[in-house]
């Protein structure tokens, strides 16, 4: 492969920016000094400095000019940034001149003009260094951590709005609610408005179909020929692989997400209710949103230390559901609803990982994943559990009584499965059962009232 010598210095520039800026304000510095104790040693320090300073800031505006040549850039950015920086270097040199040079050796050129010029450049700097934050973070990139009590002291137009959901999922607008805040999060700092790898945005519909450089960016209904599909799913380590520059990758969900979305048509204004989806997708969809139709807001919810997000990372990367419960509450909600037809011993191997976050468990659903006993007994480790769904799994009497271990659980679904009557002793001692979900199993109507006598007030649903 030939070397491109151009873009492989330009590609220093972020390194080579630095060295000028630290050594101009190492020059202001020695400057400040100067002003109260003269000395001819400061004086030639000044003026090495400001001399290296201006040469490395050339070399900077160089080769950032080389990176540039690139593309990717939004152009009035770019036009100031570069011509505020190529200024800088400039007056640095002019500054070094005028103290240099024997005949402009007078007090007002070589001390009060020197040190205004001196001032404009570090100005410069401050001002060419935001835009440059610009186009390689994104717009707000400096001020998105600002401690609160600066915050009313800048303005922040364009920072995005949170959208509110819609009370019931069938309402949600797929695209605007599912994929762009997918693009956003993890896509906008390098395909923006103002910052275009590849020529591609996506921060809008039309710049989203307009493409890229390859021009299929997304292709509706070929997965296949989209290019963003084939550029998130190639290996981490590989040149081609999205989100670069180290930025955090799509999750196994968002990539599914993603996927399905292209597959059906890439449809832009289509609501939930109006696709028709089945019903893993739809349950998969208002998951990812954060739905619960049982919601209890008069649950108060125990407290729990930080989860360890190495774990939660793996998981999430193992192709397990994890959400938080509530942005205020460490508190986890975990689905298998990817990882229903895995083998039986990467299931086994994800509930060991899943005890370690025993504290933070608080919703589990294994529906239809034909667990095994020895699966059930991992789960009964899991006793901060509130909330367990467990349906259409094939259990037995046997393969239930590990579940007696679960004292917190106020929720259970173990319907549309085999057990019977003999399961009615392991439900009796659950101490915090509240609701259980019987439908298609082969307990009697008679088990049912005597679970009922023994726990008064347990919603039984069949």
Request: hydrophobic share 45%; net charge neutral.
């Amino acid at each position: 492969m030939q070397t491109d010598w151009s873009l492989f210095f330009g590609s220093f520039h972020p390194l080579i920016v630095h060295i000028p800026i630290g050594i101009i304000l190492f020059a202001a510095l020695l400057y400040v000094i100067a002003a109260y104790r003269s000395s001819r040693i400061l004086d030639i320090a000044i003026n090495i400095a400001l001399f290296v300073g201006a040469i490395s800031a050339a070399f900077a505006a160089l080769s950032g000019y080389f990176l540039s040549a690139n593309g990717g850039y939004a152009p009035d950015t770019l036009f100031w940034h570069k011509w505020i920086g190529i200024a800088a270097a400039i007056l640095t040199f002019c500054v070094w001149l005028i103290r240099k040079n024997k005949k402009y050796d007078v007090v007002l050129l070589k001390g009060r003009i020197s040190a205004w010029l001196l001032s404009l450049c570090i100005l410069f700097i401050t001002v060419g260094g935001h835009l440059g934050g610009t186009m390689t973070h994104g717009e707000g990139y400096m001020t998105a951590h600002m401690p609160s009590f600066l915050r009313s002291f800048f303005s922040e137009p364009n920072k995005v709005q949170l959208k509110k959901l819609p009370q019931q999922p069938d309402s949600v607008v797929i695209f605007a609610d599912i994929i762009q805040p997918i693009f956003t999060s993890k896509c906008i700092n390098c395909h923006n408005s103002d910052k275009q790898k590849g020529e591609l945005n996506l921060s809008s519909v039309e710049a989203i179909m307009k493409g890229g450089k390859s021009g299929n960016t997304i292709v509706p209904g070929d997965v296949e020929k989209s290019e963003l599909m084939h550029r998130i799913t190639l290996d981490p380590g590989s040149s081609k692989f999205m989100p670069a520059e180290k930025q955090p990758p799509l999750t196994a969900v968002e990539t599914g997400l993603l996927k399905w979305w292209i597959a059906s048509g890439a449809d832009f204004t289509k609501k939930i209710g109006e696709a028709n989806l089945d019903e893993k997708t739809k349950y998969l969809l208002s998951f990812y949103l954060g739905y619960d139709e049982e919601n209890n807001t008069e649950i108060i919810l125990p407290e729990a230390p930080p989860a360890d997000s190495i774990i939660v990372q793996e998981l999430k990367g193992m192709k397990l559901v994890v959400r938080s419960l509530t942005a205020q509450s460490n508190l986890l909600d975990v689905s298998f609803v990817m990882v229903q037809k895995a083998s039986l011993e990467q299931k086994k191997m994800l509930l060991q990982k899943l005890l370690k976050l025993k504290d933070q468990l608080y919703y589990l659903d294994l529906s239809n994943c034909s667990l095994t006993n020895d699966n059930l007994a991992l789960v009964a480790g899991l006793t901060n559990l509130n909330k367990l769904a467990v349906q259409k799994n094939n259990l037995t009497d046997d393969a239930v009584a590990p579940l007696k271990a679960l004292q917190q659980l106020v929720n259970l679904n173990i319907g549309q499965n085999p057990i019977t009557d003999k399961s009615i002793s392991i439900f009796d001692q659950m101490d915090g059962l509240q609701k259980i979900n019987l439908w298609q199993t082969s307990i009697t109507d008679e088990g049912v009232k005597k679970l009922q006598a023994a726990k008064i007030g347990l919603v039984v649903e069949r």
